[in-house]
């Protein structure tokens, strides 16, 4: 039998309890976490995405706001936006949508971003101190939401972080976004890990010795049934839309879901699976950072 991680209900479970927490910070302090996401332009998934981090941030009580900008927006004006948010006082969190404008360097203003709201764990300073964990994260590092939402689904597969520990796990996909930093997590959760990318030889071969999958490549259905272990678990990021025979479309992951059930120990379905973790997790990490800087202040 294979367990199917939903997704859906552990991030539901987060968000209570965050807004629990946020209630209570809020009755204790005065402080509601504010959450800022800058779109520049109109890709229309990115649209999406962020609509949906605004509504899931103000359900949990996080004063979060989207601000569009014009796809024509200057890079230096994008960096000034950043600048004034970096000093304002009532937000904790900013967040730059990606892809950003082929004018603009995403380097530059993700590097912009003051590391202490840096939400999506993206600054140099965050990604290098997560590449340099040999133990779990610290509370006060910010580590990057999709990869944060992975590891919260293995915990509730494997019944606890610990049962990571010497684990063979594969990465696949290398992105700044997911494949590196999910690599560093599981590192630092004493995971033995893999990372497999485009030009990886034998990649079922690698596949087939993972007790952990996580894919990230962005190929629909790249990973097959017969390419898994028997009891592996299976983390799906993948989001990738096909046309189906009807002339119609539908989500699939990076891995060939039906041909895994019935062989592997656990799978999160594509939707329902990584795609609501990723939201909780940000909303998490805006907590996280208004906390951080409380304690800063002498008023955590
Ligand atoms: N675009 C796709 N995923 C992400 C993400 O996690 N953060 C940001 N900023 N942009 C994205």
């Known amino acids: 039998m294979t367990r199917i991680l939903d997704g859906k209900a552990l991030a539901a479970r987060l968000r209570a309890r965050l807004a629990d927490e946020i209630a209570a910070l809020r009755a204790r302090t005065g402080i509601v976490?504010?959450?800022?996401?800058?779109?520049?332009?109109?890709?229309?998934?990115?649209?999406v995405y962020v609509r949906t981090k605004e509504r899931a941030a103000r359900e949990v009580g996080i004063d979060g706001r989207v601000e569009?900008?014009?796809?024509?927006?200057?890079?230096a004006s994008l960096l000034e936006r950043v600048s004034a948010l970096n000093a304002d006082p009532t937000v904790h969190g900013i967040l730059v949508q990606?892809?950003?404008?082929?004018?603009?360097?995403?380097a530059r203003v993700l590097t912009a971003i003051d590391p202490a709201k840096d939400v999506d764990g993206f600054h140099p300073l965050n990604a290098g101190r997560l590449a340099q964990l040999s133990s779990p994260p610290p509370a006060d590092l910010l580590v990057p939401c999709t990869p944060r939402g992975c590891l919260l689904l293995l915990e509730e597969a494997l019944g606890g972080l610990e049962a990571l520990r010497g684990k063979r796990?594969?990465?696949?996909?290398?992105s700044t976004v997911v494949g590196r930093p999910m690599a560093a997590l599981l590192l630092a959760h004493d995971c033995t890990v893999t990372i497999a990318h485009s030009r990886t030889r034998e990649l079922a071969h690698e596949c087939r010795r993972a007790e952990i999958l996580v894919a990230a490549a962005g190929r629909p259905e790249l990973v097959r049934g017969d390419w898994l272990a028997p009891d592996a678990v299976v983390i799906d990021v993948g989001i990738n839309r096909v046309p189906t025979a009807e002339g119609g479309s539908r989500l699939v992951g990076d891995v060939a879901f039906d041909?895994?059930?019935g062989r592997v120990a656990a799978i999160t379905p594509v939707p329902g699976g990584v795609g609501p973790m990723t939201v909780a997790c940000l909303l998490e990490n805006t907590l996280r950072a208004c906390r951080a800087?409380?304690?800063?202040?002498?008023?955590?």
């Not at 796990?169 to 290398?174: E, N, S």
């Open 33 to 47: 976490p504010g959450l800022r996401v800058l779109l520049v332009g109109e890709h229309p998934a990115s649209l």
């Open 293 to 300: 800087r409380l304690a800063v202040e002498g008023r955590g």
């Open 68 to 75: 569009r900008l014009p796809v024509e927006l200057p890079e």
């Open 259 to 261: 041909e895994a059930l």
């Open 169 to 174: 796990a594969l990465v696949l996909g290398r």
């Open 98 to 106: 990606l892809p950003l404008p082929p004018h603009i360097d995403p």
